[in-house]
């Protein structure tokens, strides 16, 4: 009997990790890089082990419905495990295909409630057509068996801007309140996913963690924004909203140690806090542009019976389901390699099965979401277009580098030859093209995203 647990941390830096997370036991990966800048590409590699690009999957196409061979859950499931997947982050909710393989998927919690009707694949609906969304919301509100005042309520949250997210919890009360209910009853194989947003702007911890005493909010202009006068409150949210992830994360985390053998805690991207800038004008922030190592390097730990000490070697996200396949006893179709096949800690870079393992990171582009966000604030359209054009970075073991649209390649610690292995690696990537989804979304939705915190 085997049982995996995945826990991502949406959003949080490597280096706001490292601060606050040092009472996570395990086997920490010092020298990880996620695939992309975001949510659902980097999800994309977690869940197939390849690289987006592979897949069309991108921020103009956010729906897991290229891959024709089956998923990392898909696989676990066919295996006799149980899957389940809690999931506070709303790409992963409405875009398609990212519930394929579980046996129960549950959308983000604090839109949820028991008592009212379930809304599963109601917010992609809502998102995806204003009209179609609501009066589908109506006609389940009528024909549903639930609390028509809890349905109501729920309406409200999810079609008044400023009413979403006045919460003090993004949802990992409602996973740590599950996880208690839930993880002692196992009696199989188990793979759980969680996905933790609590890091994920906009930034409103609980009281006793709020500096600000507010929520907190990046700016509108996102990698376009200029003469920011709250930089420091930003920067200081954002590290109150990791300290309290950090406390009820480890309260989850004794829970699941409890039953489960494995326990793979990691982000999915960072977040850019306005230390960059882009064409000597703006300052960067959030996470929809660029492969910056803010962006891309992220925590990795994996716990269990005899994993302790730091590896050094460059590994990625796109690991993750070799690594799972590994300890689960399942086939492993993925370009990733296991990271844990009874290793000593702080085996070094010149291993030879990582060697020649370069690690690809890849933008594509901005979605529909921040492009028409960034037109309503006045950014010009000509200034979008010009970096909204393909990006790679490459991450070996000697260092990290990455293209850009204004300064060309740089590099962090002087990897060898950066360019040449970086077009060697693209080279073996066929990229997935002609997917693209062009989504309209009326101010209102766009309104709600905002709120949410995407746009």
């Not at 490597?14 to 920490?28: E, I, V």
């Not at 277009?385 to 293209?403: M, P």
Request: charge should be negative; hydrophobic fraction near 35%; include cysteine.
């Amino acid at each position: 009997m085997t049982r995996i647990a995945l826990v991502v941390l949406d959003t949080l830096r490597k280096d706001t990790f490292d601060d606050h997370f040092d009472w996570l036991p395990g086997r920490y990966y010092s020298d990880a890089v996620s695939t992309s800048h975001w949510t659902i590409a980097a999800h994309t590699s977690m869940f197939t082990g390849r690289y987006p690009g592979e897949l069309g999957v991108n921020m103009k196409n956010p729906d897991l419905v290229g891959f024709d061979a089956p998923v990392l859950a898909e696989r676990l499931q066919s295996a006799g495990f149980q899957t389940r997947a809690l999931t506070a982050n709303h790409y992963l909710a409405y875009s398609e295909g990212w519930d394929r393989g579980f046996d129960e998927f549950y959308t983000p919690w604090h839109l949820q409630n028991q008592n009212a009707f379930n809304t599963t694949d109601l917010i992609g609906q809502m998102m995806q057509s204003e009209n179609a969304g609501i009066k589908t919301m109506l006609q389940r509100l009528y024909v549903s068996d639930k609390s028509t005042w809890h349905s109501l309520v729920l309406l409200l949250k999810m079609t008044a801007p400023g009413v979403t997210h006045g919460v003090s919890d993004d949802g990992a009360k409602n996973v740590l309140s599950w996880v208690n209910s839930n993880a002692s009853s196992l009696t199989e194989d188990e793979f759980l996913y969680l996905n933790l947003m609590e890091a994920h702007t906009p930034l409103n911890p609980p009281t006793e963690y709020n500096s600000a005493d507010a929520s907190v909010g990046l700016p509108k202009r996102g990698c376009f924004a200029e003469n920011v006068q709250n930089a420091d409150q930003i920067q200081t949210a954002y590290d109150d909203a990791a300290r309290y992830l950090s406390d009820i994360y480890r309260d989850i985390f004794d829970r699941l140690k409890e039953s489960y053998d494995y326990i793979v805690t990691c982000a999915d991207h960072g977040q850019a806090l306005g230390e960059r800038t882009l064409r000597n004008r703006f300052n960067i922030w959030g996470h929809s542009y660029g492969l910056y190592p803010e962006l891309v390097q992220v925590p990795l730990v994996i716990s269990g019976s005899g994993l302790n000490g730091r590896d050094n070697r460059p590994v990625s996200l796109i690991d993750i389901p070799a690594t799972i396949a590994e300890l689960s006893g399942v086939d492993d179709r993925s370009r990733g390699i296991p990271l844990i096949e009874d290793r000593e800690p702080g085996v070094q870079s010149s291993d030879a099965d990582f060697e020649s393992r370069s690690r690809l990171t890849q933008y594509h582009g901005f979605d529909s979401f921040h492009k028409k966000k960034y037109l309503r604030n006045e950014v010009l359209e000509a200034t979008i277009d010009d970096v909204d054009t393909k990006l790679e970075g490459i991450a070996t073991g000697s260092g990290y580098a990455w293209e850009t649209h204004d300064q060309g390649l740089l590099v962090n610690d002087s990897p060898d030859a950066p360019k040449e292995s970086l077009d060697t690696l693209s080279d073996s990537v066929t990229e997935r093209t002609g997917d693209d989804i062009d989504r309209e979304f009326s101010d209102r939705v766009l309104d709600q995203l905002e709120e949410l915190g995407y746009v």
